[in-house]
C-alpha cells in the first residue's frame, strides 16, 4: 500500500496546518529492534514499549496514518521512539475531552507501530507517520513523565481456516468493494488493497481502517482477537453503512433532476428524513414530539371547541412529513395554540388604597382622571365579572397617557403589555392570516395576549386615533368587534381559527385627536380627557420626576448637579411651551449633559445651576410674551385657539383701507374662520351705532383680516369673538386690552355661542402671561375642569352677548380714539 499524504485531513490526535520546509527523520523499519515485534502465530512475548497517546483514532494493524502531535508527553515519546530506534505503542484515551491524560486513561488494547517518519516544522508543529504492525495489551504502566512507557503483552492473532471462515471472508471483501465503489471519491491504492488481502484479520483491519466507523467502534475491533467474531462485526456494520449510502444515492438520482438551487435545502431534509426513516431514528423523534404536544394540549386548558380543533391539527401533524411545507406550517399553529393563555389566571384582589398610592406615586395633578381611574377600578372590584367601559385617554403628546395604563396595571397587579396602532392600515394586522398562508400569523391582540401570558392582563392600545384604510380593509372596523363588550367574549382570530374570550382583558386605548377616530369605535370607548399642565405643574413634575431620572441617565449621583427652583421656572418659561413635559425633560437632560462634562473633567466636583447660566447653554431665551407688542394699537385681538397638542394664543388683526366695501382674509383660515370673519363683519355693520361705530367709518373702505402664522392652517368657528372685538376696535380707534384673551362663537344676533377645549384654551392664555379670559356664559360648567392654581390667577368674564365683550374688553374712549375712528 502507498503511504498516506501527510497534509491529508484524517483522524488523529490534534489537526494542525501545512507548514514549508519540515524537518524529516527517517526510520527504516528493517533497522526497528525486531524483538519488540511479534509476527502473526508466533507466541506472545512480554517487554516494554513506548506509548503515544491519541484521540478519536485507532490505528490498525498493516495501515499506516500520519498523526499530528499537539501535547509535549506525546511530542517526548515519539522523539525518544525515533531515538532508540524502537517501536512505539498506539493507544487511544477514554475522554478525548481531557488534556492531560493519567495511566488510568487509556483503553487497554492498541497496536505496536514502526516509526516511519518524523516531521518538525519551523512553526513549531510535530507529525509522525507510523505503521501499524500488531496488537498489543497494557499490563502495567511503569511511568507517565515526560512520557508514558508500559509493560505490555503482545496478542497472537490465531490463524484459522475453513470453509466457514473463507465464505464469510469472501462475502466480506465483496461489500466492501460494493460500499467503495458508492463512495463519491475512493484512492486507486485502497481498492487493490482490499482486492489483494489475503486473510480475513487482514481485510477487517484494513477496512475498519479506512472506511467511516466510528472511534469506539474500531476500539472495539482492536479489543476481539478472535478473526471470526471480527469477520461477523464488521460485515454487521458494513451492511448497515451499504444501505444508507444505497438509500443516500438513490434519493439522490430521483431528486437531482427535478430540483433546483434554491430546492436544495428542502431535498437535504428529505434525504435527511429518508435516512432518519431507514435508521428507525425518525419516527421514536416524531412520535416523542407528537406526545409532548399532546401534553401541552392538556394542560392548556383550551375551551372545546378550541381543544377539538387543537387535536384535529395534531392528527394532520403526525401523518405529515417532516420534509413537507406543511409540517412546519401546522407545527407553528400548535405552538401558539398551546401556548395562548386559555384559562384564567388568579388575579390578585385590588386594593383601591394602593391603587391611590400608585397613581399619586407615578402621577401628579391629574387629580379628576385619578378619581375616575379609582371609580373604575372599584366597579371591577365590585363587580369582577362585569363588563367594565373600555377607557380611552385623550390629550396632547406627553401628558402621561401610556403611563397613567402601566400605573393602572401596577394597582391592579396585572401583566401589561402595549399595542401600537399608528400606522396600521390592514385588517390582517388586528384579525391576523390565515394559517394556511405562508408566513401566516395572530393579529396583534392574540400575540399581546401571548406576550403578556395572561387572559386578565391590562392591555394598551396605544394611538387608536392613528389607524388608516387601505386596500387590505379597514382596521378599525376590526376593532369594532375588540372593543365591544357584548362581543369580545368570543373574538375569532384569523389565524387561530376558534373563538377567544377577550372579556377580561381590561383594554385601555389613548389618543391625541378624537376627530380621526370613527364614530362607532369612538362612541365604543369612555373618552377621558387629558389636558396640558400648568407652569406650576410642569415645576413639580420636573422636580419629583424629571430631576431624578435624567440624572440617573446622564451617569451623575444625586446631589452633584443642583437645579434651583428659579432654574427650572426659567426653563418652563422660556425653553418650553407644549402641553407635555417631553421637550422639558430634553432640556433638563441638555443642562445636567453639560454639568456631566465640567465633572468627568474635573474641573468640578458639584455643580449648580442658576437662570443666568442657561443661555450659554440651551441658547437665547426662545418664548416670550408677545402681548405687549402686538396689543398696543386699535385692530388687534388677542384669541384662543385649541389645538393637538394643547392651547395657544391667536392674534386677529385687521387694517382698512379705501375701497370698495370688501373684505380680504389671510393667514391660510378654514372656511369655518372665514365664515366667522364675514358674520363678524355683517354684526359689526348692522350693530355700527350701538358698538359706538360711526357708520362712516364703513362706507367706501375695504377692510383685511390677517391672522399671523400664515403656515399654520387655522380653522373652526371659536374665533368670532376674538375677530369681532378686532373689527370694533379698529373702527372705533379703542385698543383692546393687552391683559384680555377671549374665544367663542358669534351669531348674526349678536350671541356668544359655547366652544371646546376651555381648559387647554385657558392654560394657553395663563401661560402666555394673560392674566384676564373672556368665555362664554355657557362654558361655566368647564370652569372646575380648570386647575385651582390657574382659576385664582386668572379673572372670567363671561360673556352673553357681544356687547358686554365690547364694554369689558376695549380700553375707554379717548380724545385721540374719537379722531382716530
Known amino acids: 500500500m502507498t503511504e498516506p499524504d501527510i497534509h491529508q485531513p484524517i483522524p488523529a490526535e490534534e489537526r494542525s496546518a501545512d507548514a514549508p520546509r519540515p524537518a524529516v527523520f527517517e526510520v527504516k523499519a528493517s533497522e526497528t529492534d525486531a524483538a519488540d515485534a511479534t509476527p502473526r502465530g508466533a507466541a506472545p512475548a512480554m517487554d516494554t514499549l513506548i506509548i503515544l497517546p491519541v484521540r478519536d483514532m485507532v490505528l490498525f494493524p498493516g495501515t499506516v496514518f500520519p498523526i499530528a502531535l499537539g501535547r509535549s508527553v506525546s511530542i517526548a515519546a515519539a522523539q525518544q521512539a525515533v531515538r532508540e530506534e524502537k517501536q512505539i505503542g498506539v493507544l487511544m484515551q477514554r475522554d478525548a475531552g481531557k488534556q492531560e491524560p493519567a495511566a488510568g486513561d487509556f483503553h487497554s488494547f492498541g497496536t505496536v507501530a514502526n516509526v516511519l517518519r518524523y516531521i518538525s516544522t519551523p512553526d513549531g508543529q510535530h507529525h509522525v507517520v507510523v505503521q501499524g504492525e500488531s496488537r498489543f495489551q497494557v499490563e502495567e504502566f511503569l511511568h507517565e513523565q515526560p512520557f508514558f512507557r508500559a509493560r505490555v503483552r503482545l496478542v497472537v492473532e490465531p490463524e484459522q481456516r475453513s470453509p466457514d471462515i473463507e465464505a464469510r471472508f469472501i462475502n466480506l471483501k465483496r461489500m466492501a468493494l460494493e460500499a467503495l465503489q458508492l463512495l463519491p471519491q475512493v484512492p486507486s491504492d485502497l481498492v487493490g488493497a482490499v482486492q489483494g488481502a489475503t486473510s480475513p484479520s487482514a481485510l477487517t483491519d484494513l477496512i475498519a481502517a479506512y472506511l467511516d466507523f466510528e472511534p469506539d467502534k474500531k476500539q472495539e475491533l482492536i479489543e476481539t482477537i478472535d478473526p471470526v467474531a471480527r469477520v461477523d462485526k464488521v460485515t454487521a456494520t458494513l451492511a448497515h453503512r451499504i444501505e444508507v449510502l444505497r438509500l443516500t444515492a438513490e434519493i439522490g438520482r430521483q431528486t437531482k433532476a427535478t430540483f433546483d438551487e434554491r430546492q436544495k435545502e428542502a431535498v437535504l431534509r428529505e434525504q435527511m428524513a429518508a435516512i432518519q426513516k431507514q435508521l428507525g431514528e425518525g419516527d421514536a423523534g416524531r412520535a416523542q414530539e407528537v406526545l409532548d404536544l399532546g401534553a401541552a394540549i392538556d394542560k392548556a386548558g383550551m375551551p372545546p371547541e378550541a381543544e377539538a380543533a387543537a387535536r384535529k391539527e395534531l392528527r394532520r401533524y403526525e401523518r405529515s412529513s417532516d420534509a413537507s411545507p406543511e409540517s412546519g406550517m401546522i407545527r407553528n399553529h400548535l405552538d401558539w395554540m398551546v401556548e395562548l393563555p386559555w384559562s384564567l389566571a388568579d388575579a390578585a384582589p385590588i386594593d383601591i388604597a394602593e391603587a391611590r398610592r400608585v397613581l399619586d406615586a407615578d402621577h401628579f395633578g391629574l387629580k379628576k382622571i385619578k378619581d375616575r381611574i379609582v371609580e373604575y377600578l372599584a366597579v371591577r372590584k365590585l363587580a369582577p365579572n362585569g363588563k367594565a367601559p373600555i377607557l380611552c385617554f385623550a390629550g396632547p403628546p406627553g401628558v402621561g397617557k401610556t403611563s397613567l395604563g402601566q400605573s393602572i396595571a401596577r394597582a391592579m397587579g396585572r401583566p401589561f403589555v402595549r399595542v401600537s396602532l399608528g400606522g396600521v392600515h390592514d385588517e390582517a394586522e388586528i384579525r391576523g392570516h390565515r394559517s394556511t398562508y405562508i408566513g401566516a400569523l395572530p393579529g396583534n391582540i392574540v400575540q399581546g395576549l401571548r406576550k403578556a401570558g395572561a387572559r386578565n392582563c391590562v392591555m394598551m392600545l396605544d394611538e387608536i386615533d392613528k389607524m388608516g384604510r387601505g386596500v387590505q380593509g379597514d382596521p378599525s372596523a376590526a376593532m369594532l368587534e375588540v372593543l365591544d363588550p357584548e362581543q369580545n367574549g368570543s373574538f375569532r382570530d384569523n389565524y387561530i381559527g376558534t373563538p377567544f374570550d377577550l372579556s377580561r382583558v381590561v383594554f385601555i386605548a389613548t389618543a391625541n385627536m378624537l376627530d380621526t377616530i370613527p364614530g362607532p369605535l369612538r362612541d365604543r370607548m369612555e373618552i377621558i380627557q387629558l389636558a396640558g399642565y400648568t407652569r406650576a405643574e410642569k415645576l413639580e413634575i420636573a422636580k419629583r420626576y424629571l430631576l431624578a431620572r435624567q440624572t440617573e441617565a446622564n451617569g451623575l449621583k444625586p446631589g452633584q448637579v443642583t437645579l434651583s427652583d428659579d432654574t427650572l421656572r426659567a426653563i418652563v418659561g422660556g425653553y418650553t411651551r407644549e402641553a407635555g413635559v417631553r421637550n422639558l425633560e430634553r432640556e433638563i437632560g441638555a443642562v445636567l449633559r453639560h454639568a456631566a462634562v465640567r465633572i468627568a473633567e474635573g474641573a468640578d466636583t458639584e455643580v449648580r445651576v442658576t437662570p443666568g447660566d442657561l443661555p450659554p447653554i440651551l441658547g437665547a431665551v426662545r418664548f416670550e410674551s408677545e402681548v405687549g407688542l402686538r396689543t398696543g394699537v386699535p385692530g388687534v385681538a388677542t384669541g384662543l385657539a385649541w389645538t393637538p397638542v394643547g392651547g ?132 361655566r360648567r368647564d370652569h372646575d375642569d380648570i386647575p385651582e392654581d390657574v382659576r385664582n390667577a386668572l379673572e372670567f368674564v363671561w360673556l352673553e352677548r357681544v356687547d358686554e365683550a365690547v364694554a369689558a374688553g376695549l380700553e375707554p374712549a379717548t380724545a385721540e380714539a374719537d379722531q382716530a375712528a
Open 648 to 779: 395657544e394664543i391667536l392674534f386677529i388683526e385687521a387694517t382698512r383701507s379705501q375701497g370698495r366695501g370688501g373684505l380680504m382674509l389671510t393667514g391660510q383660515l378654514g372656511d369655518v374662520m372665514k365664515e366667522s370673519a364675514q358674520i363678524a363683519l355683517s354684526l359689526v355693520r348692522n350693530r355700527a351705532a350701538a358698538l359706538g361705530i360711526d357708520p362712516k367709518a364703513l362706507e367706501g373702505a375695504d377692510i383685511h383680516v390677517h391672522v399671523p402664522a400664515g403656515a399654520t392652517p387655522k380653522d373652526g368657528p371659536s374665533a368670532g369673538v376674538a375677530m369681532t372685538m378686532a373689527l370694533v376696535s379698529l373702527l372705533s380707534g379703542r385698543p383692546v386690552r393687552h391683559d384680555t384673551a377671549m374665544t367663542g362663537e358669534v351669531s348674526l344676533r349678536g350671541l356668544v355661542m359655547p366652544v371646546g377645549g376651555i381648559k387647554e384654551k385657558v392654560l394657553a392664555a395663563a401661560a402666555a402671561g394673560i392674566t384676564r379670559v373672556m368665555l362664554p356664559a355657557r362654558n
